[in-house]
């Protein structure tokens, strides 16, 4: 290895991050000491970096690779120590991106010039078959609970005269296989449709506490009934936070999140990540600038983004706040042959997308 590599530069890098707050959480353990949280960081950041997230194969790692094993001094942590590292710490790695791009500005990588602007759909550990709508799932229930009362008289029908020939409470009164695996599908159901109605009374509850309507009027809205989810809303058994979401370069719908990452463009260094379960990414012009100056204490002076984040809002929001906008107003192949825009004096009743066109 090379002075050049990149284990030195991580090695480098979180000795001057600050981990005070992991070092004070694992003050008051007990039994064995924890391995140095400034190890055990220096290992999932370098890991995340050349692609390797399990912690099984990180734990591999540090036995067979030189760079794992100079970031955890021959040390060998296993991956349950790895995972319960991560979680523990979650919110504290979190912060620490926000640390490394200090870093970087202070080194000078961080110009503000121009920041470009994508989202790509990061597909969830999870099938998009384990997902229902909240309309598919009122059907399952009624279907589901006329199939338990059914299997329920059919066992009555056979425990009775078994009750007889064995005696009751012997196990001739249990009930079928098949009627177990029923109630709890319909118990799993009914939890992801409260989830769901819980969610949309969430939503109503703080459009409720931002009004500024009379009391007169709230009065009236307390007689309606409570607001239920759309038919198509979707909510996932496996991982409920993600959605079913078209992938933009392969068209096909995938269980998903929306990720969202702004770029520095002279160095390439992330100014500013997120995720989200919109399916779209017009929402979020105005969340990802307002995050970049939340980690930098600064806005760009340009901001560039694809067709999927036009619109005559987002262009106002940035132009409102000082910043370019260079946005596409539509898709366009590069092998269009199309005749270009025309060329001239725009027009005083023109639109923004006229304008961008």
């Not at 995720?275 to 017009?282: H, L, V």
Request: proline share 5%.
């Amino acid at each position: 290895m090379g002075e050049g590599h990149l284990a030195y530069f991580i090695q480098d890098v979180v000795g001057e991050l600050d981990l005070s707050v992991m070092y004070a959480d694992h003050e008051s353990d007990c039994g064995q000491p924890a391995y140095d949280p400034q190890m055990m960081v220096g290992l999932l950041l370098y890991g995340y970096c050349v692609g390797i997230v399990s912690s099984r194969k990180l734990e591999r790692a540090t036995h067979e690779q030189v760079p794992f094993r100079l970031l955890t001094a021959d040390q060998d942590p296993d991956h349950d120590t790895i995972c319960t590292f991560r979680c523990r710490h979650l919110e504290a790695l979190s912060e620490l991106f926000v640390q490394v791009l200090r870093l970087c500005q202070q080194a000078g990588l961080v110009k503000f010039g121009h920041v470009a602007l994508d989202g790509t759909k990061m597909q969830a550990n999870a099938s998009k078959h384990k997902a229902m709508s909240y309309g598919r799932m009122k059907q399952e229930i009624a279907r589901l609970e006329g199939e338990v009362e059914q299997l329920l008289s059919e066992a009555e029908a056979v425990d009775s005269p078994e009750d007889e020939q064995y005696g009751v409470g012997n196990r001739g009164d249990e009930l079928p296989e098949e009627l177990r695996y029923r109630q709890q599908r319909l118990e799993r159901i009914r939890q992801a449709k409260a989830a769901l109605e819980a969610q949309v009374r969430h939503r109503q509850q703080s459009k409720t506490d931002d009004d500024d309507d009379s009391d007169e009027h709230a009065a009236v809205d307390s007689d309606r009934p409570p607001p239920t989810p759309e038919d198509r809303a979707q909510r996932n058994f496996t991982d409920p936070e993600s959605r079913i979401l078209k992938d933009s370069a392969t068209k096909a719908f995938v269980q998903a999140y929306n990720c969202q990452t702004a770029v520095e463009d002279t160095t390439q260094v992330i100014v500013a990540a997120d995720t989200t379960q919109q399916a779209n990414d017009k929402q979020q012009i105005a969340p990802m600038t307002e995050q970049v100056q939340k980690n930098t204490a600064k806005l760009p002076r340009e901001v560039s983004a694809d067709a999927g984040y036009f619109s005559k809002a987002n262009v106002e929001h940035l132009t409102n706040s000082g910043i370019d906008p260079y946005i596409a107003t539509k898709q366009r192949r590069h092998t269009d042959k199309s005749a270009p825009p025309p060329r001239g004096r725009i027009p005083q009743d023109a639109t923004i997308k006229e304008h961008g066109s």
